[in-house]
């Protein structure tokens, strides 16, 4: 079962800014925060990855609590093109394992 | 860099034939993953070669097979095809912390 617990769906204003939220729990301390996403039928696309410190590049920011039991993916400005299945994924990924165990995703579905 | 790329991209078979897929991963990856995506069960792993090992298996019957090549290109192999076997086939190539995926092969068994 995904480690993770994100809501259904959210609905987001073009131009504004979309907070994605995810609660992990459960996570480990050596568990890294992934999130990706997929448009309709095409392969999942990497947006970004941390451990515990905020994260940001060219596309997106993470935000982790400090607990590490919760975390927000930041989209600065949506545009329509964001519109997607948003996957936020618990793993200690690399090393010996790349296994990624994807939940239901939230579909953000950015509106003009 | 060239991303991850699978052939072919679509595909049709009939009922208890087989099939084999195609990944190549990203140039110097030498991890290759393989995923199912069903809309009843969504995106679930199904194993991980790295090296030419099975390194990681999820939980899918023996139909399920696959290789990975000494240049890290892999195939994946389903025998004995079922209805419930038609779904998006993706694959993906790691180097370090980070899988990339592929576009995917959509399987439709009839």
């Known amino acids: 079962d995904a480690k993770t617990t994100q809501p259904p769906s959210m609905d987001c204003a073009e131009g504004r800014a979309a907070n994605l939220p995810c609660n992990h729990s459960?996570?480990?301390?050596?568990?890294?925060v992934y999130w990706y996403r997929q448009i309709h039928s095409q392969g999942p696309q990497y947006i970004i990855h941390?451990?515990?410190n905020n994260e940001t590049n060219e596309m997106a920011s993470l935000i982790i609590t400090e607990d590490r039991k919760s975390s927000t993916l930041i989209l600065p400005h949506a545009t329509l093109r964001d519109t997607a299945v948003y996957y936020c994924i618990v793993s200690h990924n690399g090393g010996a394992t790349n296994k990624l165990i994807f939940g239901t995703g939230t579909l953000l579905a950015v509106q003009p | 860099k060239a991303g991850v790329t699978q052939t072919p991209r679509y595909l049709i078979k009939t009922r208890g034939q087989q099939v084999t897929l195609s990944c190549s991963p990203i140039?110097?990856?030498?991890?290759v993953s393989w995923y199912q995506q069903t809309p009843g069960q969504g995106l679930q792993f199904l194993f991980e070669y790295f090296s030419e090992t099975q390194r990681n298996k999820g939980n899918f019957p023996g139909r399920f097979s696959g290789r990975q090549f000494s240049n890290s290109r892999s195939e994946m192999n389903v025998s004995t095809l079922e209805l419930g076997d038609s779904a998006l086939y993706l694959c993906?190539?790691?180097?370090?912390?980070?899988?990339?995926f592929g576009p995917g092969t959509r399987l439709t068994v009839t």
């Open positions: 140039s110097g990856h030498r991890s």
């Open positions: 993906a190539s790691s180097l370090e912390e980070v899988q990339y």
């Open positions: 941390g451990l515990k």
């Open positions: 459960t996570i480990s301390g050596n568990e890294y």
